[in-house]
């Protein structure tokens, strides 16, 4: 691999880390509004989109963790 495609690997890597920890923190601000915490209370469970968030987040997070080790 070209230092020019390493280094955009690495820049793909970090984004994707960055990513998925705003996408994370991102759910954990959805998962404390009024109307979560009533949905969850009534329900049980929380929202969808809280989770699809939390999801992202993992997902993006580990994907650029793996772009970042791979050599």
């Known amino acids: ?3 020019n495609a ?6 793909i890597g970090i984004a994707l880390l960055v990513t ?6 991102w759910g954990y601000q ?3 509004s009024l109307s979560s915490q ?3 209370t009534f329900t049980g469970s929380p929202r ?3 989770m699809l968030l939390y ?3 993992v997902v993006s ?3 650029g963790l793996m772009v970042l080790v791979k050599k």
């Open 6 to 11: 390493a280094f955009m690997m690495k820049v």
């Open 20 to 25: 998925g920890m705003g996408l994370a923190y």
């Open 38 to 40: 009533i949905t969850e």
């Open 30 to 32: 959805v998962s404390e």
């Open 48 to 50: 969808d989109k809280v």
């Open 61 to 63: 997070f580990v994907v």
């Open 55 to 57: 999801i992202g987040g």
């Open 1 to 3: 691999m070209s230092n």
